[in-house]
């Protein structure tokens, strides 16, 4: 629609401060709108025989400190150089230099096998975690060609110097085994500190191929 | 604040290519803002519907490569037939029908509303071994009036020839019998062909009402 289209009072709209401006339901007037929408693409990282991908609050344009109480991070098509390699991450305290934040962690998967054999919902005692390693987000992806794993983390407040830091995550990927696994973790960074980078990583060789993008919830 | 009260440097924006417009911090010029990763690009409602069908390039849809990642809502989805099981399948670019392979794992949780069942399991009636099925997210949605199912389905990189499609879904259904049911299901579209229709149906009689909205989710 042309500006010319516009009445006169279609553009007396009141000022507000970062807020966005749109047109409104009737599509002739203008009026502030809340900035967009609620979940902002931050980075994405895209995975080439990667040993590691990394996001560091104020670098390579990564935000990841108090501009949001809620950060998530997708990774989609994670593709292990290894075959049944664990997808894993952790948390930095200090910008990166190193990834050992205490953690305490839960995690379960459902499964079934592509013979209709094998299904189970199971806690698995030896993944979850009492420490400072990285933590697993999808047990065992398969390496071959049309396997991968999908899913998400949300990081809530962790820029936060009161409480720990809480997270929730979900995948689904493709064992090497040919089973379908929906893995489900979550836990906490047991640190008053703020973290401000987050690392992502398989257990055994390199992440092949795949993306992980960042968003900031407002 | 009038329109004639900006300054002429008001309007000096650096244009950035996807960015909305918005007042700066002071409220008194323009500036950039980020755009919205989460775009709605479609809303379904039904009204006694046998399917929904997302279709991309009908009806405005998209359903390819544009999006990474995309997202199902389903909001008060009420059967016409009570204790009905609500699911969806996909469709392959050039495929005919809604008959994908699918792998999938479900599990629930559930409560009744006297208090006297409760627990958490794996559900084998729900799931698939490269089957071909309609793939259920909820079990057996009541009809009374009260009664709908509700959730959310993710779908990754649906456009891709290289990748089978993960799904993942987290749903919450008011049971036939009187049951709060939340079900987990996660799986995958067992092939590399670009999946670019997702149908949605009870498995017996319509869907009386309801909404679905299909969102896309940027990565730049």
Redesign the interface.
Known sequence: MAISKLNFNS????????????FDSGADDLE??S???????IK?LTASSSATLSFVDGASSVVLDSTYKEYMF?F??I?PATNNANFTFNMSIDSGSNYNVEKTTTFFY????????A???QYRTDYDLTGTGFHILAAEIGNG????????VHLFNPSSTTFVKHFIS?????QGSDY???N?TAGYGNTTSAVDAVQFKMSSGNIDAG?I?L?GIS | ???SKFNYNSFNVTPVAGA?????????G?ST??????VLIKTLTASSSATLSFVDGSSDVVLDNTY??YMFKFINIHPATDGTAFSFQGNSSGGSGYNETI?????QAQHNESGSASS???V?SM????GTSFQQIGLSVGNDNDQSFVGSL?L??PS?T???K???A?TQEYYSSNYSKRY?????F?T?SAIDEIQFKFASGNIDAGTIKLYG????
């Open positions: 553009i007396n709209v009141t000022p507000s401060a970062n807020a966005a401006i749109g502030t709108g900035g967009g929408g609620a979940m902002k693409f994405k997708i989609n098509n593709h459902a499964y079934q096998d592509e013979g209709g054999t299904t189970a919902l060609n049309d396997e991968c794993g999908s899913g998400y979900r995948a689904s990927h493709y379908m696994i929906d489900n993306t993008t968003y | 604040m009038a329109i909305a417009l918005a007042f700066d911090a002071d409220a008194d323009f803002a980020t755009a919205t990763s989460m990474p990642v792998t999938s794992s479900v599990f958490l399991s794996y084998t799931d698939q071994a490269n993710f990754f990189n891709s290289t990748f089978v993960h799904f993942s987290t987990f299901t996660g799986g995958y067992n590399t989710i940027k990565d730049s």
